[in-house]
Antibody, heavy 118, light 107 residues
Framework: EVQLVQSGAEVKKPGESLNISCKTSGYSFSTYWIGWVRQVPGKGLEWMGIIYPADSDTKYSPSSRGQVTISADRSISTAYLQWSALKASDTAIYYC???????????WGQGTLVTVSS | DIQMTQSPSTLSASVGDRVTITCRASQNINRWLAWYQQKPGSAPKVLIYRASTLESGVPSRFSGSESGTEFTLTINSLQPDDFATYYCQHYSGYPWTFGQGTKVEIK
């Protein structure tokens, strides 16, 4: 059974750094893309980017490029989403997603709420 | 980048109604389109992929169709469990994008 288990909710101040994680199991981590989708509470879904763990090939949305870093650790089958300097506008729920072989978003993590407030 | 325009943003319907949600792509996406259902407090789940293929375990009252760059999600005989928000998403080249969402409310 494929599982994506995300790290817990975070409360941070503007300017702080943050790394949230997505621990996977039940499939070969290296051979499937894994990515992130953002949702401001009460708003729609926004695709942020995706990484192929086997070679670390990474694709970002235009709005996410340069704002976050997506990475993956094959040794522990875990994907990460990282900020070096959070902004209040980063407040959102972040979902880890694993596409199927044909790339639709087949599996979703439970979501991680990130709150950025002074 | 490909834009996905979804309509309506809100839809009021009754149990037993037939409901239709539309998503228009700004260019050809070769049927690389999925539909998701999201309920409050939960992650989205896929209903349909490749425009019209029903995901395993999804009730057959859900169906998808396509005509050029216009895609339709139809729910036949709306059930109480179907009141939720629905999103389309293309996966025809990066960046992938979602439609704005359609909230199906109880009339």
């Amino acid at each position: 059974e494929v599982q994506l288990v995300q790290s817990g909710a975070e409360v941070k101040k503007p300017g702080e750094s943050l790394n949230i994680s997505c621990k996977t199991s039940g499939y070969s981590f290296s051979t499937y893309w894994i990515g992130w989708v953002r949702q401001v509470p009460g708003k729609g879904l926004e695709w942020m980017g995706i990484i192929y763990p086997a070679d670390s090939d990474t694709k970002y949305s235009p709005s996410s490029r340069g704002q976050v870093t997506i990475s993956a650790d094959r040794s522990i089958s875990t994907a990460y989403l990282q900020w070096s300097a959070l902004k209040a506008s980063d407040t959102a729920i972040y979902y880890c997603v694993r596409p199927s072989a044909s790339q639709y978003l087949e599996f979703w993590g439970q979501g991680t709420l990130v709150t950025v407030s002074s | 980048d490909i834009q996905m325009t979804q309509s309506p943003s809100t839809l009021s319907a009754s149990v037993g109604d037939r409901v239709t949600i539309t998503c228009r792509a700004s260019q050809n996406i070769n049927r690389w389109l999925a539909w998701y259902q999201q309920k409050p407090g939960s992650a989205p789940k896929v209903l349909i992929y490749r425009a019209s293929t029903l995901e395993s375990g999804v009730p057959s009252r859900f169906s998808g169709s396509e005509s050029g760059t216009e895609f339709t999600l139809t729910i036949n005989s709306l059930q109480p469990d179907d009141f939720a928000t629905y999103y389309c998403q293309h996966y025809s080249g990066y960046p992938w994008t979602f439609g704005q969402g359609t909230k199906v409310e109880i009339k």
